[in-house]
Antibody
Framework: QVQLVESGGGVVQPGTSLRLSCAAS????????MHWVRQAPGKGLEWVAL????????YYADSVKGRCTISRDNSKNTLYLQMNSLRAEDTAVYHC????????????WGRGTMVTVSS | DIQLTQSPSTLSASVGDRVTISCRAS??????LAWYQQKPGKAPNLLIY???SLESGVPSRFSGSGSGIEFTLTISSLQPDDFATYYC?????????FGQGTKVEIK
């Protein structure tokens, strides 16, 4: 069935790096833009980054610009988020989400992977 | 960036009640607004897109309306499964924003 499964989260110290992955299945991954959206504990949803269907363009929230890189490997149906110089405020559940352009909405979400930045 | 402001932040209601949640944009977004439902520990679930189009599989008691800067999500008759947090979302100029969420609680 159509699904997104994130991995790569964990507990890390401030200033370190982490790479998250999102494995897609059940649909043509290379036809869809993909996003990362995060949610800090007890807080609302915050958009992080997007990448076009072919990887040709990327855009970031100001809160992560310069520290995070979104990428994808369409041959492996996998989305990535490289996170550097991690801060306590990056602590959150990170969801990947499929963008459906005709709906201008996220129609498929992964359950998320937890990132905790703590010394 | 376009800001979205939801109201109320929390709503207490009973099963069978008609519930309305508002979302106001800081500038016109035409009809490019979506609504999501999220339950604790789960991923968000798309309910409404393009302000008023019902996502496939979503019960017809959910409806959306509005355009420009004012939008509304309505649940016509609240069911036990509907107690959750609801978010509005917009996308423009390669950036996406969410409202701060509305938690629907049992009265």
């Amino acid at each position: 069935q159509v699904q997104l499964v994130e991995s790569g989260g964990g507990v890390v110290q401030p200033g370190t790096s982490l790479r998250l992955s999102c494995a897609a299945s059940g649909f043509t991954f290379s036809s869809h833009g993909m996003h990362w959206v995060r949610q800090a504990p007890g807080k609302g949803l915050e958009w992080v980054a997007l990448i076009w269907y072919d990887g040709s363009s990327e855009y970031y929230a100001d809160s992560v610009k310069g520290r995070c890189t979104i990428s994808r490997d369409n041959s492996k149906n996998t989305l990535y988020l490289q996170m550097n110089s991690l801060r306590a405020e990056d602590t959150a559940v990170y969801h990947c989400a499929r963008w459906f352009g005709l709906k201008n909405a996220f129609d498929i979400w992964g359950r998320g992977t937890m990132v905790t930045v703590s010394s | 960036d376009i800001q979205l402001t939801q109201s109320p932040s929390t709503l207490s209601a009973s099963v069978g009640d008609r519930v309305t949640i508002s979302c106001r944009a800081s500038q016109s977004i035409s009809s490019w607004l979506a609504w999501y439902q999220q339950k604790p520990g789960k991923a968000p679930n798309l309910l409404i897109y393009k302000a008023s189009s019902l996502e496939s599989g979503v019960p017809s008691r959910f409806s959306g309306s509005g355009s420009g800067i004012e939008f509304t999500l309505t649940i016509s008759s609240l069911q036990p499964d509907d107690f959750a947090t609801y978010y509005c979302q917009q996308y423009s100029d390669y950036s996406c924003t969410f409202g701060q969420g509305t938690k629907v609680e049992i009265k």
